[in-house]
């Protein structure tokens, strides 16, 4: 069966049953689902304890090296500090080698919530683990692993 703009049905269903990519967006939304619900008592989503957690550095790091950490453009990154500035929880302020460079830390209050969420986290994550069953997790994370580190890769190589 064709449908009226040339796709048969079977091309549909041949991409609904074999996309990886179909399948880790939808993964990727489930387990933010999941883990936004987890920390939502301490008034985290999962993005803002992925991004605590990234300035958890002995030194502060940069925008840039923060934004390319969590695979999310400077302006994304900007727009996901203002409610963690609001609330005390980071800082951002002038690296003293480069005026031009923002450095970002962990206010005290951001340090004792994250110690606070990371329990909730390990929680979480035994629990996906266990609902994963079989699935060897050290190799999916390795293979997830090189598709974002190939996925930076091509993002920062020159044309041509």
Do not use: Y
């Not at 069966?1 to 049905?9: E, F, H, S, V, Y």
């Amino acid at each position: 069966m064709t449908r009226a703009n040339g796709i048969p049905l079977e091309t549909t269903l041949e991409i609904r049953d074999t996309c990886l990519c179909l399948r880790a967006q939808r993964a990727a939304r489930a387990l933010a689902r999941r883990f936004d619900e987890a920390l939502r008592p301490l008034g985290l989503t999962n993005g803002q304890f992925s991004l605590l957690v990234s300035l958890n550095r002995p030194a502060p790091p940069t925008m840039g090296a923060t934004a390319e950490l969590l695979a999310m453009d400077r302006t994304t990154l900007t727009a996901a500090l203002k409610p963690l500035q609001r609330r005390g929880l980071v800082r951002i302020e002038p690296a003293a080698s480069d005026k031009r460079s923002r450095l970002m830390l962990l206010t005290d209050d951001g340090r004792q919530l994250l110690a606070r969420a990371v329990p909730i986290w390990r929680r979480e994550h035994a629990e996906v683990d266990r609902d994963l069953g079989g699935i060897d997790i050290g190799t999916l994370k390795t293979g997830l692993g090189r598709l974002s580190e190939r996925s930076v890769e091509q993002a920062v190589a020159p044309a041509g």
